[in-house]
């Protein structure tokens, strides 16, 4: 697919059918069905239907976005620069809220604490592009689709299994960012854009992958897979309901 045919200006965003394959996204989260999805994914960087169908499935997600949103999204780019600004925020305050919460838990410190680091690097260069392109931060945006995803996080149950939900949900953000940078990486019509929006793809595959392996790490295999799969389910449901706007990263 030529990035050209991709800017066609989209009246009422949301999401295609063509897209949309509840069988091609089946997901598997087998021992190594988290390795080496960053490398993948550099290695799927192509505009293919095809190829952005295999790039959501690595990555679990079931309901792929239309990538002409990314033609919505430029034409808003001060907006949608704010609004990733604050999703870095809000990764790096997720990740200090699960050391301070599960700070028995060595492993889980060890490495989320340097991705809280990278989440504040993000936020940074985030910062650097909007001022020298002489936009402003302005105010954060209601995430409603963090908030709903904070919403059906599971009360109760062991230390243990509120974990998961907190590294599940944290995996979940990570990988549909993941989709959208890459969407971004691919389909904007600046070629500055594509290759910074590149980098960021990488880098939250990465933490994704990171959050399945540390729950994977603390709790049953199989219990993670369940819990996993129903979640994909409930965001699947979640983004169907939200409106696909350019001003904002989900
Ligand atoms: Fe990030
Ligand atoms: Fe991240």
Request: hydrophobic share 35%.
């Amino acid at each position: 697919m030529d990035p050209k045919e991709q800017h066609v200006s989209v009246s009422h965003p949301g999401y295609s059918d063509e897209y949309y394959s509840e069988d091609d996204a089946a997901v598997s989260l087998g021992e190594n069905a988290t390795e080496g999805i960053g490398a993948e994914l550099r290695s799927a960087h192509d505009t293919t239907l095809t190829a952005n169908l295999e790039a959501v499935k690595m990555l679990g997600l079931k309901l792929p976005t239309d990538p002409r949103w990314v033609n919505v999204a430029e034409k808003t780019i001060e907006e949608i620069l704010t609004d990733h600004a604050f999703c870095e925020q809000k990764a790096a305050t997720m990740g200090v809220t699960l050391i301070v919460k599960f700070s028995d838990h060595e492993r889980l410190v060890d490495e989320v604490t340097p991705l809280v680091a990278e989440e504040w690097g993000h936020f940074r260069k985030v910062l650097k592009e909007l001022k020298k392109r002489g936009m402003k931060l302005g105010r954060q945006r209601k995430d409603e689709y963090v908030g709903a995803l904070h919403q059906q996080m599971r009360k109760g149950g062991s230390r243990e299994q509120s974990m998961m939900e907190y590294l599940l949900v944290s995996a979940m953000v990570e990988a549909r960012s993941c989709e959208r940078f890459r969407l971004l990486s691919l389909y904007c019509a600046d070629e500055y854009l594509r290759k910074f929006y590149y980098e960021f793809m990488v880098s939250e595959a990465g933490h994704y992958r990171m959050f399945i392996d540390l729950a994977k790490h603390y709790l049953p295999a199989d219990q993670v897979k369940q819990r996993w799969e129903e979640m994909l389910i409930t965001e699947a449901e979640i983004m169907s309901k939200l409106e696909l706007r350019g001003d904002r990263v989900h």
